[in-house]
């Protein structure tokens, strides 16, 4: 049995790897199109996995990704015309890390839905006070972000998720993801048999806010104008939440299942029928929720079963 | 001076008034029903597009629409429970998971109500002039449709009061609310309050739009601006409590004013501090257990 598993694990592993050295060749001989809309994908598969990173063990359901997404964004758009590329990403991983440590440690004692409440309203608070600090100080309610060519946006996004993937596979397996998972099953117990409840807690949610600000302070470039309403939209936080629920959070793939097809679905509809993505989108959720409650690989597993179980049965 | 304060006083009290209603049934949703309707913004915009719609094209009074938004807002709500957060109630493990479940469930109903709106009616902001006489009060200048909707707000929010203390219902609903299991074994028919508090949330909602239409401009996307203002609201004052919802709100609403008199920018960020600052101090509210 156990090593089956670890058959299993080998084989997703290189699966994984032969996946990310594709996307890696794709800028050699795919159109700009093709790019543009791989770079929004792979956006929103950073986005939704950094938020399953913390939320899908913890059960603890964060509002907050717009919040980081938006903090990199602006690093991006301040410090873009002075330092390089990378140092920009890196500190926009950092300053998100930062707040992420704070916002982390002030909301310990928050269970459940207060700490979604709490961290969506941290979402607006950011924006509204930005909005107005920008107008106050600046004069101007949006800035200029730096120009970067799109081959150049993709790579970086792609190695952010590459990275992101690397992270949540060794938390997983570690002592580090098991602790999480006990918190998420029961944290009293958890805390009871020795785990750091809150210290977990706080880096994990720290971790995967490193990833939301890299991956905003990459997607600025390409946005070239921002102000706090693109920023700090909350959409980014309900998109992270809803695509993982909808792909399922039992495993690592279900968030990049879910983050693909929508992200996809999303390049597609919302140029021409923007209301009707949302109302699918609106409905899918509701239907997600109530009939696969371990979303869409929670779905591909029971009809493997199924299958499987009429095969013993022919056997 | 002290017409100044008096001013930004009244403003605050105005605008509080129909905050606190815009909290009631918000309040009553999470309250009772243990949901976070993340949708409630959206019956509200529901409520103040129709009032625009009817009043534009038929001219048919606002002050009709309230009793035509009310029920059918009522019914909306009531049917929703019935069919998608009973079915949920019953496949959720747990009280909590209940919770994120059904919030979950309710942005998925807000991106339907929001864009079938938007489908209706585009993204425009809509808006229609109705009582815009100013009336002189403290030696200040307020439009009378200000007043009409502040008298409409206390009149139904004490309303709403005296039926959950007075009424039979009422009671079964304040039971429902305290202990769901134990009311039920007195013979209280819990998924049926529990759909009629979804659906009485939904009507306040519905009548507080129409109220709004009435003072302030209305779109599509204003839902999730006065969800989240019922939130705070419902922070403020402590889930389920009528008075603690009017109290919240006049508090918000003078808060407001009063931040908006010196800083104007700075109302909403005002806002978020406070809710902020409560849930890490005090999470029950004001009035809360």
């Not at chain 1, 509204?128 to 972000?145: A, C, K, P």
């Not at chain 2, 019935?82 to 949920?88: C, D, I, S």
Request: aromatic share 12%; glycine share 10%; hydrophobic share 55%.
């Amino acid at each position: 049995m156990n090593t089956r598993k670890n058959l299993r694990q080998i084989w997703l592993l290189g699966l994984t790897l032969i996946f990310l050295a594709l996307l890696a060749t794709l800028p050699l001989y795919a159109p700009t199109y093709t790019i543009i809309l791989m770079t929004s994908i792979l956006m929103y598969i950073v986005l939704t996995m950094s938020w399953a990173l913390f939320s899908a063990p913890t059960g603890y359901i964060s509002l907050a990704p717009a919040a980081f997404f938006g903090i990199g964004i602006y690093t991006s758009a301040i410090l873009g015309t002075r330092l390089p590329l990378p140092a920009v990403i890196l500190a926009g991983s950092l300053i998100s890390f930062c707040l992420a440590l704070l916002i982390g440690a002030l909301t310990l004692r928050l269970r459940g839905i207060y700490f979604a409440m709490f961290t969506f309203g941290l979402v607006e608070l950011i924006k509204n006070f930005w909005l107005w600090y920008e107008i106050q100080f600046t004069g101007t309610r949006g800035r200029f972000v730096i120009f970067v060519d799109n081959t150049t946006i993709y790579y970086v996004m792609l190695i952010i998720l590459a990275l992101l993937l690397l992270v949540t596979y060794l938390i997983r397996r570690s002592r580090f993801g098991l602790a999480l998972r006990g918190i998420g099953e029961c944290e009293e117990a958890a805390a009871h048999i020795g785990v750091h409840v809150n210290a977990l807690k706080t880096a994990t949610f720290a971790i995967s806010a490193i990833f939301m600000g890299a991956a905003g302070a990459i997607m600025a470039t390409r946005w070239t104008y921002v102000d706090p309403y693109v920023a700090f939209n909350p959409l980014y936080s309900f998109m992270s939440v809803l695509m993982a629920i909808f792909g399922g959070i039992g495993q690592p793939y279900g968030p990049i299942l879910g983050a693909a097809i929508f992200a996809y679905l999303e390049e597609i509809l919302i140029t021409r029928f923007p209301y009707y993505y949302m109302l699918i989108f609106g409905i899918v959720l509701i239907v997600t929720v109530l009939y696969l409650p371990e979303g869409l690989i929670g779905l591909v597993a029971n009809i493997r079963k199924r299958v499987a179980g009429g095969q013993d049965a022919l056997a | 001076m002290t017409i100044k304060i008096i001013e930004v006083l009244i403003t605050g009290l105005l605008m509080g008034g129909l905050y606190a209603l815009v909290a009631v049934g918000l309040s009553l949703q999470y309250g009772v029903a243990r949901i976070l309707n993340i949708s409630h913004g959206e019956f509200i915009m529901l409520g103040g597009l129709t009032t625009w719609a009817l009043y534009t094209a038929l001219g048919v009074n606002p002050l009709l629409s309230l009793a035509i938004c009310g029920p059918v807002a009522f019914i909306l709500g009531f049917v929703i429970h019935r069919t998608l957060f009973k079915r949920l109630l019953a496949s959720s493990a747990s009280p909590a998971i209940f919770e994120s479940n059904s919030m979950l469930a309710a942005f998925g109903l807000m991106f339907i109500l929001q864009n079938i709106a938007l489908l209706i009616w585009g993204p425009e902001i809509r808006g229609y002039s109705y009582l815009v006489i100013p009336v002189h009060f403290l030696g200040t200048l307020f439009g009378a449709n200000r007043l009409l909707t502040f008298g409409l707000a206390l009149v139904i929010g004490l309303g709403f009061y005296l039926f959950l203390s007075l009424t039979r219902t009422g009671k079964a609903i304040r039971a429902a609310a305290q202990d769901p299991p134990t009311a039920g074994l007195m013979g209280v028919n819990i998924n049926n309050v529990l759909a009629l508090c979804f659906g009485l949330g939904a009507a306040m909602a519905g009548i507080a739009g129409v109220l709004i239409s009435m003072c302030y401009p209305v779109h599509g996307v204003m839902g999730l601006e006065y969800t989240i203002i019922a939130i705070i609201v419902v922070v403020l004052g402590g889930l389920g409590s009528i008075p603690g919802s009017f109290i919240g709100g006049f508090i918000l609403g003078l808060i407001g004013s009063v931040v908006t008199f010196f800083e104007p920018g700075l109302a909403l960020v005002a806002y978020y501090v406070i809710f902020i600052l409560l849930l890490l101090v005090r999470p029950t509210g004001i009035l809360g257990r």
